[in-house]
């Protein structure tokens, strides 16, 4: 299967995992669906790594905790702003990654006495928090805004997540060895913070289980599949492709959930579309992604 359609599946699949973890939101914390996403994640990768012949055992446990501490926050906000949010606006709120990127390299410019910043790498950043008013501010009651900057913050530490997995890639670590710690600090914070918040777990049923199963197992599939297209594919052509995502969100909330379409937050979630692919571009030309980066705005 060429690259540009495993990335296609994969950006479906994340979209259908985010179905699964809105609904199952009416029976669980979002910290418990965190928790058994890791532990299906971690059972999954251990097969698969069996299976390759992947060492578990690493050299920078150090890196693999930094990378968990900020994919695990960023997936535990992002998960805590579906719940309340339309699923498009949640998936293009975590989606602002690549827009934190930039900005985080305009910083790194700044601070190190750059000569000269990139005008249209700037206009790349305020293009995308255009959007992110026009979604936040129109389309939101009172309620929904501290929903609302969660979705903001999990696409900020995503960012600061995938600054992790490329420090990894080239420290040399497999990507299903990231992968499975990854998912084992889900599957240790979420219980943790269900413990604290929560005071245990939930009961289970029929349909939660399935829920919860499904999330993993769909998660995890979606990340060893855009891995596969990152490794066979330009970086630049999937990273656009993932954008694809938001699409099929946007088509999810309208058909299963109702989600109400106003033009402010369509244009937001255009503008970020926009700048997101924009900053991808510009960044590629100063610093190019490694090609074994598996990094996902939906995965943290």
């Not at 994640?41 to 069996?50: I, N, P, Q």
């Not at 989606?95 to 601070?111: C, N, Q, R, T």
């Not at 999990?154 to 420090?167: C, D, I, K, T």
């Not at 959930?257 to 970020?272: E, Q, V």
């Amino acid at each position: 299967m060429p690259a540009s359609a495993l990335m296609v599946l994969a950006t479906l699949l994340f979209a259908t995992m985010g179905v699964c973890v809105k609904l199952a939101s009416d029976l669980y914390a979002a910290s418990e669906i965190v928790m058994y996403r890791g532990l299906v994640g971690m059972l999954l990768m251990a097969v698969l790594t069996r299976r390759q012949g992947v060492a578990l055992k690493t050299a920078v446990p150090g890196m693999h905790l930094w990378r968990s501490i900020s994919g695990v926050a960023a997936l535990s906000l992002w998960f805590y702003a579906i719940s309340q949010l339309p699923l498009a606006t949640a998936m293009t709120l975590n989606y602002m990654s690549s827009v934190w990127m930039a900005l985080f390299l305009l910083g790194g410019a700044v601070l190190f006495g750059a000569q000269r910043l990139d005008w249209r790498l700037i206009a790349a950043v305020l293009l995308g928090f255009v959007g992110v008013a026009l979604i936040l501010r129109p389309s939101m009651d009172a309620s929904q805004v501290w929903y609302g900057l969660a979705g903001l913050a999990s696409g900020m530490l995503s960012a600061m997540a995938y600054l992790q997995v490329s420090a990894l890639g080239r420290a040399g670590e497999p990507e299903l060895r990231v992968v499975f710690y990854f998912s084992m600090g889900g599957a240790v914070a979420g219980a943790a913070i269900t413990a604290v918040t929560q005071g245990g777990l939930h009961g289970h049923s029929l349909k939660g289980a399935l829920l919860l199963l499904a999330v993993g197992v769909l998660a995890t599939a979606a990340q060893v599949l855009m891995t596969r297209a990152y490794t066979l594919g330009r970086a630049l052509v999937n990273a656009c492709l993932q954008y694809l995502g938001i699409v099929f969100s946007f088509v999810y909330g309208l058909l299963l959930f109702r989600d109400p379409l106003t033009w402010s937050a369509t244009a937001g979630m255009l503008l970020i579309i926009v700048a997101g692919l924009a900053a991808t571009l510009l960044r590629s030309r100063v610093a190019p992604p490694p090609k074994d980066s598996q990094l996902s705005p939906s995965e943290s």
